[in-house]
């Protein structure tokens, strides 16, 4: 008896729609999906019941012929491609030509289109057609999906409450509306007007009518070419941030995609200016030719691949760091920076790799760039009177006519980063008398072989011995006494970066000077208040910790006299 059989059609249609449907916010992407591609300016979104009992998706496009009502709802039927050569042209959302088969095949469709003449309506049950018949219906096409996963329970049953998956619907809803601030949106849920944008073209009014006042007053504008790729869109200023990623919305080719190297680049250009677990919010557009991006990734089109990444990093990460500097020097020119960036404003034809261990994911070496803030020089240090520390925590002082309140372990840990990034040699180690054994997962310890360099630059020599075990032998000298504390704490900063490179050991510097650097209630006399302060001043990205915290409050007299009311 065989035991390799034929699917019915059926089964085929339901396993091929739950790789494209894989909840209601999958429905409303791939419904406005299409109604961008129509060539809409105005979409309107409903949903209900999370968008599991009801979504409703409305446009003002060129609308469906009768002739091709039920043909749009065939597997593999679009009007968006003719050949094979057409998937590295792409130039509309959608193009696999499986969203409307795949949505009929576990929902009941109503469908309403009239592309300028008469109206026709079609509904579809569970991928069976019903009716297909003339009936009146405004320009464009509006599309009414019900009863999500009716016929497959199983599927319905993995769903999230309805408050959560309308939260991933308006998700969505927004994240679409900012890549085409040129179609008004307007999103409603249980009968009530969530947002609607006006499709007047600006996307900082776009912003504005999704996220309020408080929130778009704080967004940046960025805009630069870096070679063939063009990176436009607004960053949000260093104070508005998340603790997630959902403040980051990324758009290639006016799609809303998502690859780690995008979320990196923006992150990396806020080094030094964010606490640790913070995240920078942006929208940002990047503009490339269509063949140097695949997007024929996943069945949801979401993921992408880029053929030169390191070029997509240097080009998000330019233009934000541009833009950062700008707002914190504003008396500057855009020269110093330009110059600074000159030797790297041209990408390379393809990124570099480095061998890395089996099933351990190849990462490209992205050399850290400087394009720190300036700082002051000897001679352009003003006087500077100190007048204590407070709680032993705080050093209090006037420089150039202004009062200032430094963190002095904040301080001091700038200053340590930037003396240890400004050597040219290893950093000074210290051999342990009695070496430390340590036990380590299988992650950590690939973790560590794989950048065992780094740590040997950084002052750390280990040896590896028996399955899990790992010995200290040396350790830095900043970090005498937390020999495996210190390290743990480079680990798990290193666990988080998809890339390899030079970038690393700038963490584990960072780690270092916070180890190095004089702490929170330590006792200053007045020569080493004085030294700290003058090194300070001196030094670049002064006003920020390596790790993004301030390290001094300035207030004025006109600010001051405004506190005591005078």
């Not at 849920?189 to 007047?200: A, I, K, L």
């Not at 001196?538 to 920020?544: A, I």
């Amino acid at each position: 008896m065989n035991k390799i059989k034929l699917l019915d059609k059926d089964l085929i249609d339901k396993i091929a729609a739950g790789e494209v449907v894989e909840r209601p916010t999958s429905v409303v992407k791939e419904l406005l999906e299409n109604g961008i591609d129509a060539g809409s300016t105005r979409l309107e979104i409903e949903i209900r019941g999370g968008g599991i009992d009801y979504i409703r998706v409305s446009d003002n496009g060129i609308g469906i012929a009768e002739e091709d009502l039920l043909l749009a709802f065939a597997r593999h039927a679009t009007s968006k491609l003719e050949s094979e050569s057409d998937l590295w042209l792409l130039g509309s959302m959608g193009f696999r030509g499986e969203a409307l088969s795949s949505i009929a095949a576990v929902s009941r469709v109503e469908m309403y289109s009239n592309p300028g003449g008469e109206g026709h309506c079609i509904r579809v049950d569970g991928g069976e057609v019903i009716s297909c018949q003339a009936a009146p219906a405004p320009p464009g096409t509006s599309v009414t999906v019900t009863d999500l996963f009716y016929n497959t329970p199983a599927r319905r049953k993995f769903l999230k409450s309805t408050v959560t998956e309308g939260n991933q619907v308006y998700d969505t809803v927004v994240r679409l509306a900012l890549s085409h601030p040129e179609i008004s949106f307007s999103f409603r849920n249980e009968h009530r007007q969530v947002f609607m944008t006006s499709g007047n073209g600006e996307l900082r009014e776009v912003a504005l009518a999704i996220f309020g006042k408080d929130f778009s007053r704080r967004l940046l504008d960025i805009e630069l070419q870096y070679g063939d790729i063009t990176v436009t869109g607004l960053i949000g200023k260093p104070e508005l941030t998340r603790k997630n990623r959902r403040g980051q919305i990324f758009m290639v080719n006016r799609r809303v995609v998502k690859n780690p190297v995008l979320s990196v680049s923006l992150e990396e250009a806020y080094r030094g200016l964010l606490l640790g677990r913070e995240r920078p919010v942006g929208m940002i557009f990047l503009t490339m030719p269509p063949d140097r991006v695949d997007v024929n990734v996943h069945p949801q089109k979401t993921e992408v691949r880029f053929h030169d990444e390191k070029a997509v990093f240097m080009a998000i990460k330019t233009a934000v760091r541009e833009k950062l500097f700008q707002a914190t020097n504003p008396d500057l020119t855009r020269e110093p920076f330009r110059t600074r960036v000159e030797s790297f404003q041209e990408p390379s034809p393809s990124p570099a790799y480095i061998p890395q261990p089996v099933n351990y994911r190849p990462q490209p070496v992205l050399k850290e760039e400087t394009l720190d803030f300036m700082a002051m020089s000897e001679d352009d240090i003003p006087p500077i009177n100190i007048y204590g520390q407070w709680k032993d925590s705080y050093l209090i002082c006037e420089i150039d006519g202004l009062l200032n309140i430094i963190d002095q372990h904040a301080a001091h840990e700038r200053l340590v980063f930037n003396q240890l990034k400004a050597q040219s040699v290893k950093t000074v180690s210290q051999e342990l008398t009695v070496p430390v054994a340590i036990e380590l997962p299988p992650d950590l310890l690939l973790l560590v072989e794989s950048r065992q360099e780094f740590l040997k630059n950084l002052g750390y020599v280990m040896d590896r011995i028996g399955e899990k075990t790992m010995v200290i032998r040396s350790i830095p000298a900043l970090a005498a006494g937390g020999e495996v504390e210190t390290l743990m704490e480079i680990l798990d900063t290193w666990q988080s970066r998809p890339f390899a490179g030079e970038l690393d050991l700038d963490d584990g510097l960072k780690v270092l000077a916070c180890k190095g650097a004089v702490k929170a209630g330590q006792r200053l006399e007045s020569r080493e208040m004085m030294h700290l302060i003058r090194e300070w001043a001196r030094t670049e990205n002064r006003n920020f910790c390596p790790h993004g915290r301030p390290t001094c409050y300035t207030i004025d007299k006109a600010e001051m006299d405004r506190l005591m009311k005078r």
